[in-house]
């Protein structure tokens, strides 16, 4: 039985019990069940108006539905009982910049921290920008500022010598690909839009989808929410859109970090980046974070004489600890194509202790990938049984590049004869039997790095694939 079984259950006994009532609303905020979450805060509120909690949970849940008019409303009534509410003020704040009134939202956060200068919200000052992060600034920095006549050389001055990794200096970073619960976009791509590889996709819903949906089974266990996947294979073979499949399936933030929005020129910025991008996570678990190509944020300390570069690796490693943050209910995913060139240390337990080996599609894996790819194609009679026979070792992005050659070719065919002309089985599988595997160069150059890692578990799925590939004739 689930948490919120559970509640539900206990509640129907004691209707009126207002702690229960609050608990069952914040489970129902966490599993974004809106609608039901405002109808038991209101049922909480009906019973005791001056709850400033339940009123304050009310307001975000009405926020998250699209009406910040509403929200508004209750956080102002909250403030007429509780002037001195920072958590009423923030999200006001929050409110406001959903409105695209920028001003108010950075005048309410500012009485927020005036009223209590702990009380901050990195997600918030985050997209508040600088403007933001400079008030702050200025109202907790040193008085060595002060002696300075123009503010623009005070301005400098705090900027030049902050503490790099200061939890009050959060950035204005903002991750391009970003996914917040009940966002439309997320779900354009899903896990059946990813052939086979169904063992990947249960270890994602084990360590993210499955605790969201049934917190006390993990709490029995002892397991907390979240830890690190490495994802190692030869290109094309689907990490990457099993990444984006993965946005479309957890009901929590999901942030995909691009490398061009870490590393950055100037000495010492890349680690304070990855420090934002961490501290960004946490402000908003439970969360997924992606880095694609990972390798080169992580490569093998042994052989970097950068001394820059050996200071991203133990930044990277050091945030993957959590050592000053508690990195609980976040879920790391990394995907490389060069496993061999990652720091050992990256794949200690507690970092990426699950590294799984994402192989060529198999036969039946192929054959899903051929419906996937023929959908909407004018093919005549397709097999794709036969055609996955003679696609031996093929990558996704192989069987793509079939596909499209051959929609190329029977195009031209098509505008000659200024009709629709249908792509046949013989032309997809001559075009399939004159192409060379994109993973062979993978895979031959993997065998150069197996037998000298022969006692590294990380390539026994790529040894024990190898072993059982077909023979060249």
Known sequence: MSRLQTLREALTHAPDNTALLLLYGHGCMDELYLDEALETFDRLLALEPDHIEAQICAARVLL????????????????????????????????????????????????????????????????????????????????????????????????????????????????????????????????????????????????????????????????????????????????????????????????????????????????????????????????????????????????????QMRNVVNQFLSELNGLRSDNHRILVIGATNAPWQLDPALRRPGRFDQAIFVPPPDHDARVEIIRLLAREKPIARLDEKALASVTENFSGADLRWVFDRAAELTLADALHAKRTVPITMDLLQNIAADHVPSTQAWMDGMKQHVPAASQDALYNEVRKFMQAAPKKP
Request: net charge negative.
């Open 64 to 307: 998250l539905q699209g009406d910040p008019s509403g929200a508004a409303v209750r956080v102002e009534r909250t403030l007429q009982r509780d002037p001195q509410n920072t958590s009423a003020y923030l999200l006001l704040s929050r409110i406001h910049l959903t409105e695209d009134n920028k001003a108010k939202a950075l005048e309410f956060y500012n009485r927020a921290v005036e009223i209590n200068a702990s009380a901050t919200d990195p997600a918030l000052e985050a997209d508040l920008g600088r403007a933001a992060n400079r008030v702050v600034m200025r109202e907790r920095s040193a008085p060595t500022i002060e002696v300075f006549d123009d503010d623009d050389a005070a301005e400098m001055q705090q900027e030049f010598f902050d503490d790099p990794f200061d939890e009050t200096a959060i950035s204005d970073w903002r991750p391009e690909t970003f996914f917040a619960p009940g966002d439309s976009e997320r779900f354009r791509v899903t896990f059946s839009d990813a052939g086979g590889m169904e063992a990947l996709k249960e270890e994602i819903r084990l360590k993210i989808i499955y605790p969201l949906q049934h917190p006390e089974l993990y709490k029995a266990y002892g397991r907390k929410t979240g830890g690190g996947i490495l994802l190692y294979g030869p290109p094309g073979c689907g990490k990457t859109l099993l990444l984006r499949a993965t946005a479309g399936e957890v009901s929590c933030n999901y942030f995909a970090v691009g490398i061009h929005e870490v590393f950055d020129p100037y000495y010492g910025s890349i680690e304070r980046n990855l420090h934002q991008i961490f501290e960004t996570a946490r402000a908003n678990s439970p969360c997924v974070l992606v880095f694609d190509e990972i390798d080169s944020l992580a490569p093998d300390r042994r052989t970097v004489r950068d001394t």
